[in-house]
């Protein structure tokens, strides 16, 4: 079956850290630039990571750069998001999702809850 | 930075044309995709690529680019379509959402 399956969300203090696992099945992950996207409660995507095929390429948004890194295992067929020095503007869902190749993403994950809070 | 417009919501009747906007600085130029999103769930591809449907998507669903909009259209509505609708560029290593409609079918 070809899904993306999230996991690693929970609640965290402010100024802690975190780190988001993707597992994907049913394709060939090393093939697939992959990226992540959150959604924060009540509001809108926002693009956040993204990263090669190979993992030797990403991109970061201004709003977790230098905060977040994301990384990836072909061999486990995982993706990864490692978030540190977390603010409460840092609660949402987040999704991983495919490239399809074409810059944009057309296959997603059903999201995992990060709620930063003291 | 690119910033992408939407309305915040757009009614339609049932069985009849909904459409909704995304306005950027000559979004023509670029390739537009879009994503329907039920309350809930993940966002799901609908439009790529300004005009292209994946398959499973109904052809209700349709899609153009020109100028500074791009359109995403949804003939014969139904209640099921009833959902957050999102527009997608990539711009500058970088992908922008627009802020996202909400479709209500009345």
């Known amino acids: 079956q070809v899904q993306l399956v999230e996991s690693g969300g929970g609640l965290v203090k402010p100024g802690g850290s975190l780190r988001l696992s993707c597992a994907a099945s049913g394709i060939t992950f090393s093939d697939y630039y992959m990226g992540w996207i959150r959604q924060a409660p009540g509001k809108g995507l926002e693009w956040i990571s993204y990263i090669s095929s190979g993992g030797s390429t990403t991109y970061y948004s201004d709003s977790v750069k230098g905060r977040v890194t994301i990384s990836r295992d072909n061999a486990r067929h995982s993706l990864y998001l490692q978030m540190n020095n977390l603010r409460a503007d840092d609660t949402a869902v987040y999704y991983c999702?495919?490239?399809?190749?074409?810059?944009?993403?057309?296959?997603w994950g059903r999201g995992t809850l990060v709620t930063v809070s003291s | 930075s690119y910033e992408l417009t939407q309305p915040l919501s757009v009614s339609v009747a049932l069985g009849q044309t909904a459409t909704i906007s995304c306005g950027g600085n000559n979004i023509g130029n670029k390739n537009v995709h879009w994503y329907q999103q039920r309350p809930g769930q993940a966002p799901v591809l609908v439009i790529y690529r300004d005009i292209n449907r994946p398959s499973g998507i109904p052809e209700r669903f349709s899609g153009s680019n020109s100028g500074n909009t791009a359109t995403l259209t949804i003939s014969r509505a139904q209640a099921g379509d009833e959902a957050d609708y999102y527009c997608?560029?990539?711009?500058?290593?970088?992908?922008?959402f627009g802020g996202g409609t909400k479709l209500t079918v009345l």
């Open positions: 999702a495919r490239d399809a190749g074409n810059w944009y993403f057309d296959l």
């Open positions: 997608l560029v990539w711009y500058s290593s970088a992908w922008v």
